[in-house]
């Protein structure tokens, strides 16, 4: 049996909570099990975890539904409608037997997951709304085929799927969420097996898997996850519109293994001078155009920061990019953001080519680094694996025209394709508030053309696009894919990291923020809570504090900065942040300032000579930094400087009072020394019946008329120093004093 369809729809169907069925019964000629790639916790769409509830078997051609939608009603008139009333009564059965015989390929489940950058989730955005005028007829196929032409959302929602990856420790309070169970239901299940804790304990992984398994939930294998976790894909229906747009590549390692160097010697320009203590401190964007099979080639490179403190800058140029170039020095081998750099590219499955530099040092091992690299899953293609390994000397422009070639070669076997009719939609790299401007935007477009006077949204902000300024300083009316364009138009700061998309009209732009403030700001709130317990510690009674307002250039600098101040250990000296944002220092610091006692820091900025003036008047500590490192040892410095002096007495000998000579100047003790030495200035202990009466410096130290610097045991002296209540039997105890390196 069949039925005519006048145009082509698909039904969906929620089940979150109850399985409904239709007074009809709808015959289809090709079922297929689709279900919604852009996974939300609105009750509107299909949950993971609801799959093997609301499945209908796709070896049947019968779906039932007794829920009439507007979609139905639309299309009344275009179907047959067969009612049987003996089908209606048995329905119900029919379909849940139908539903335990389901068998579901695994190829055709798309696991969304957001555990795999538990650390890193910087940006707080809602996943993009389905269009539910767009065609949703793709099979698994035509979407794998298609994965170029995407709706970019770089934070993950909270899929409710009964499959689950648990790679990381949890609270109490997490877990429930993860599993959407009560923390009561958890803390009494634990209570049980024996385990006491409360909301906010942390429980180690292997706990948290057993809690998940009493719970029916599957525990998945990272390694199963084939995704790149911050995109999501959505398909184009006109394919006609698809063009070719320039590969983003993003350079990777660690701190001075050449990457700005390397660029300098594809680019052949001199940025690493022109960098302040010659590393990079912020995510930097550079075109090219690469002559590869006689045709020009355009390649965006996006170059970031090895510092440590810079996870979150790393993390953005992980999340745009199409190729990865990872740069490893030959001389220094593989360093902590190296193995950073490889957790994205494998987690993420990203495309890469590992980029060995400084081969013209002496005194180099390739073998042993290669050999390295296979440990942690990078094999070369000489040794059977598919990672591409270029040996280049970025000092000596030695093999860049090889490493090009690769680029190219690599960004044609992904065919990178968009559709340019599409609403512009990116990234936000980097935002600041300018004095003179206002508020400046760093985004790279990835889908569709942005125009002068589009309206835009960014999670909870909107504006209107007044200025595009290229890559190259020119102002331009529009931008297309892959380009990276500072944007004047924001009405607001918007957050580094989070996707933007052009919106059609202010209704649209309202919707989405309200949106974003209802299902991310819960979120958002939780983060900040935990910035706060991760700088500042809970009031402790004698714990000295360090008061901060932080001014930065750039939020990414910002979010660098508070991510080193949380590696500075805080048991002695707590760091207290006043105030921390990015912009220029306003009279509202001077007088935040001044009534906090607070120690003023700017990091990449200018001060004007009023801001100067003022500080100077009201005597405030105002310290401007270029270079994070010499930041991060000023602070704790004045950490160091805050905590008490610890010493380590050393004993060096005694001495028996025998007789006490009362002078103008004081009382003298006539001393024997019984065991060691006393030495002038060395710190003694005076007891008196057992009974300690004096801590202090010996001041005088004489044999008979002559001062002396030491007397050695079994001979006399005089003893004299701030204390006159010699009595005779008193006993000195003699030490020197070492003073201990201050810790934090």
């Known amino acids: 049996m069949s039925i005519k369809f006048v145009s082509q729809f698909i039904f969906y169907y929620s089940t979150v909570s109850n399985v409904v069925y239709a007074d009809q019964i709808l015959y289809l000629k090709f079922p297929k099990l689709i279900y919604n790639l852009e996974l939300n916790k609105q009750k509107s769409q299909i949950f993971v975890n609801d799959i093997n509830k609301s499945i209908v078997d796709i070896n049947s051609s019968v779906i039932d539904s007794n829920t009439k939608t507007k979609f139905d009603k639309k299309y009344k008139n275009d179907l047959v409608y067969e009612d049987n009333l003996s089908t209606r009564k048995n329905k119900i059965k029919t379909n849940k037997k139908n539903r335990k015989k389901t068998d579901l390929d695994k190829d055709d489940l798309f696991i969304d997951n957001n555990t795999i950058f538990t650390k890193e989730s910087n940006s707080f955005l809602k996943s993009h709304k389905i269009n539910k005028y767009k065609k949703k007829d793709k099979s698994i196929d035509q979407i794998k085929s298609a994965k170029n032409n995407v709706d970019f959302s770089f934070e993950s929602t909270d899929s409710m799927s009964k499959d689950i990856l648990i790679d990381t420790l949890l609270t109490v309070k997490e877990l429930s969420l993860k599993l959407d169970k009560t923390e009561s239901e958890i803390i009494t299940y634990l209570f049980l097996k024996g385990i006491s804790v409360t909301i906010n304990d942390v429980i180690d992984i292997e706990i948290a898997k057993e809690v998940a398994l009493n719970y029916n939930f599957n525990i998945i294998d990272k390694k199963e996850i084939k995704q790149i976790a911050t995109r999501r894909l959505r398909i184009s229906n006109d394919v006609t519109n698809l063009s070719k747009r320039a590969p983003i590549i993003t350079i990777f390692g660690h701190v001075d293994h050449g990457k700005t160097t390397l660029l300098d010697a594809i680019l052949k320009t001199n940025f690493v001078n022109q960098e ?33 403190a810079f996870t979150s800058m790393r993390l953005r140029g992980a999340k745009v990019a199409d190729i ?226 932080l001014k930065t250039d750039t939020q990414g600098s910002l979010e660098a900065i508070m991510h080193a101040f949380s590696k500075i250990s805080q048991s002695k000296v707590q760091i207290s942040i006043i105030n921390a944002s990015s912009g220029n220092i306003s009279n509202t610091d001077i007088d935040l300032a001044l009534s906090t006692n607070a120690l003023i820091l700017g990091f990449n900025i200018n001060v004007s000579s009023h801001i100067n003036h003022s500080v100077k008047q009201k005597n405030l500590n105002l310290k401007i930094f270029y270079i994070i490192y010499d930041l991060i040892d000023y602070v704790t410095n004045c950490m160091l400087n805050l905590v008490d002096v610890d010493y380590e007495y050393t004993f060096i000998g005694s001495a028996v009072v025998q007789t006490v000579f009362n002078m103008n100047k004081g009382a003298v003790a006539g001393c024997l020394v019984n065991e060691g030495k006393l030495k002038k200035m060395c710190y003694i202990k005076v ?54 390196p201050k810790f934090l």
């Open 276 to 308: 302040y203590g010659q590393i990079t401190q912020s995510i930097s964007g550079y075109e090219i155009e690469y002559s590869y099979g006689s045709l020009p080639y355009k390649l965006l490179f996006l170059d970031t920061p090895g510092h440590e």
């Open 324 to 549: 990865i170039l990872l740069v490893i020095a030959a001389d220094d081998g593989l360093k902590p953001q190296t193995l950073e750099s490889i957790q994205y590219i494998l987690e993420m499955d990203l495309p890469y080519i590992v980029v060995i530099n400084k081969i013209d040092k002496e005194n180099i091992n390739i073998v042993k680094l290669k050999e390295d690299l296979v440990q942690h899953g990078i094999l070369s293609q000489e040794l059977g694996g598919n990672a591409s390994i270029v040996e280049v000397s970025a000092l000596t422009s030695k093999n860049i025209d090889l490493l090009l070639h690769n680029i190219c070669s690599l960004s044609e076997l992904q065919n990178l394709t968009t559709d340019i009719q599409l609403l512009a939609q990116g990234t936000i790299l980097e935002a600041y508030l300018d004095s003179k401007q206002g508020v400046i935007a760093h985004i790279i477009i990835q889908e569709g053309i942005l125009r002068i006077g589009d309206l835009v949204v960014a999670g909870n902000v909107a504006g209107k696009i007044k200025s595009l300024i290229n890559i190259k300083n020119q102002k331009v009316k529009e931008a297309g894919p892959s380009s990276i364009i500072q944007v004047l138009g924001f009405s607001e700061l918007p957050q580094s990291g989070i996707a933007f998309k052009v919106v059609n009209n202010e209704k649209e732009a309202k919707k989405y923020i309200d949106d974003f403030i209802k299902d991310n700001m819960q979120l958002f709130n939780k983060k900040v809570n935990l910035l706060n317990k991760r700088i500042s510690l809970p009031s402790q009674v004698n714990l000295k504090d360090l008061k901060l307002i």
């Open 687 to 740: 007891y008196t019946n057992n009974d300690l009466v004096y801590e202090g410096n010996l001041i005088s130290l004489k044999r008979g008329k002559d001062n002396v610097d030491e007397v050695l045991q079994n001979n006399e002296c005089g003893v004299m120093c701030d204390y006159n209540l010699w009595k005779k039997i008193d006993i000195i105890e003699a030490y020197d004093i070492n003073y201990r």
